[in-house]
């Protein structure tokens, strides 16, 4: 028996040998690379480089052409010896919104361990893109790589809903099955094979063949143009494809980053529960005669709201029982249980509100819970925002305190994020803060925010007086037919 287990498993062990020096060799000749791999969902129509080489100064720039959604940002083609490079992917709250770079996360990380660890040259390159959802920071992910990048940080979550587009291909894949592409679509050999049927697949079918979702090279969000709110309805599943794809999307830019052996940090974003949704609708099938009975209550526990709170949320708790779907009408009963000290209770309708709102610009928590999974299944740190966040705010949850807005921290939450995340640099032993750090940061956060002149904070305050114009729909914008 013994004999014919060993004969059995060195036949298999034999067999499989090709596979493994085909794996080897395409790993040494470059080919098959995950992150060469085209997406199976959505391509681009095309795709410009988010950084172009300056002859004359020597630095890599984001180019103007590129500054519709970027601000300007550059760093030296050579790097220093001593220099540790950290690109940082995201949207508009990597950006620094409704400010910029100057006060963004990225700016106050470069600061902090610049301070902590005065023995290195800290490079934070920021690379925050307004309304870009995580499909389209995989290409720029796929650039910095080739920037000798000592760390990236990737933080998305909030703009997966901007534009419009169909996921036809995608099906639900049992959790198992999922698992095991992952693993498998890490070998080389399996991604070369991949491309070659897909592409001899699409010699055959190119007659009848459906067209692929191919996006333009820059985000054409709903919102940039007028009634684009009124595009937003709800879809329960578009929205499972959004979510479902987001998942996919996030274990591609893991395994990407992994397979150039490059670390990378998540930071979960964080969301205002303070803040009203956007566009709220009734359910399906809403008679006239319920939609009556759902506004006078919402009608009449608006009249107690400064007179009689237990009341008004006894009513708002009867018209959602009449119409559980209506977003407004949990971040109104939320208003009321938080004015009446049940913050917990409180925190659990502005979290259905959010989830609720038909115009979502805010993470929804199915995706939170996305993000921490990968984390956990992939072994990638995460910097939870959202959670860091709501333990320093006095509420307990995300709220005005720390937000400006929907989705865009304070300076100071700025501040507390890059604090966060230098934490956990040096709790991975990336980063090694010297003796009497907090001094020597606390002085640098005073100079640097000291050297912002009142132009730079008043053009904070247009833009976000715009941006919140924005997200209600008011874009100026005429869409071409």
């Not at 980053?257 to 974003?269: F, M, N, R, T």
């Not at 606390?442 to 730079?456: I, M, Q």
Request: glycine letters at 6%; proline letters at 5%; one cysteine or more.
């Amino acid at each position: 028996m013994g004999k014919r287990i060993l004969f059995r498993t060195a036949a298999v062990l034999l067999g499989l040998l090709p596979l493994v020096l085909c794996e080897f060799a395409l790993r040494g000749l470059g080919l098959g690379k995950p992150q060469d791999a085209n997406d199976p969902f959505i391509g681009f129509s095309d795709i410009h480089p988010l950084f172009v080489l300056n002859e004359e100064s020597g630095r890599y720039e984001i180019p103007k052409s590129r500054q519709t959604h970027f601000q300007p940002e550059s760093f030296a083609a050579k790097k220093k010896t001593n220099e540790f490079r950290i690109f940082v992917l995201g949207g508009s709250t990597v950006q620094g919104r409704p400010w910029s770079i100057e006060s963004s996360f990225t700016t106050w990380l470069e600061l902090h361990l610049s301070a902590a660890d005065p023995a290195r040259h800290y490079e934070v390159v920021n690379c925050g893109g307004v309304s870009y959802a995580t499909y389209r920071l995989i290409p720029i992910l796929q650039e910095v790589l080739h920037y000798q990048p000592d760390l990236v940080i990737f933080c998305e979550g909030h703009n997966e809903f901007l534009e419009d587009r169909s996921y036809a291909p995608i099906k639900a894949r049992p959790a198992a099955v999922s698992w095991a592409i992952r693993q498998v679509s890490r070998l080389h050999t399996y991604n070369l094979l991949r491309q070659s049927v897909l592409g001899a697949k699409a010699l055959a079918d190119s007659s009848d063949r459906q067209p692929a979702v191919v996006l333009g090279p820059e985000v054409d969000a709903r919102l940039d143009w007028v009634g684009g709110m009124a595009e937003y309805h709800r879809d329960h599943q578009w929205q499972a494809d959004v979510i479902r794809y987001f998942e996919s999307s996030l274990y591609r830019i893991v395994g990407i980053a992994q397979d150039a052996k490059v670390p990378l940090l998540l930071v979960s974003p964080v969301s205002n529960l303070q803040y009203a949704p956007l566009k709220s609708e009734h359910r399906p099938n809403f008679t006239v005669a319920e939609q009556q009975e759902f506004d006078s209550l919402l009608e009449q526990a608006g009249q107690l709201y400064g007179s009689d709170l237990s009341r008004a949320t006894e009513l708002l708790r009867r018209a959602i029982a009449i119409d559980p779907l209506f977003a407004e009408a949990h971040f109104e009963l939320g208003n009321c249980l938080f004015e009446q000290g049940l913050t917990p209770e409180a925190r659990e309708e502005f979290i259905q509100a959010k989830d609720l709102d038909v115009c979502p610009l805010r993470m929804l928590e199915p995706m939170k819970k996305i993000i921490h999974d990968v984390a956990e299944k992939t072994n990638t740190p995460l910097v939870d925002a959202d959670a860091l966040i709501a333990d320093h705010s006095r509420s307990g949850f995300p709220d005005r305190q720390w937000l400006v807005d929907h989705v865009h921290p304070s300076m100071s939450g700025h501040q507390l994020i890059a604090d966060a995340i230098a934490e956990k640099l040096e709790q991975l032993r990336i980063v090694d803060r010297r003796a009497g750090w907090q001094e020597a940061r606390k002085t640098a956060y005073r100079e640097h925010l000291a050297g912002l002149d009142h132009v730079y904070f008043q053009r904070g305050k247009d833009r976000l007086r715009s941006e919140q114009g924005w997200a209600h729909g008011l874009a100026p914008a005429v869409r071409k037919k």
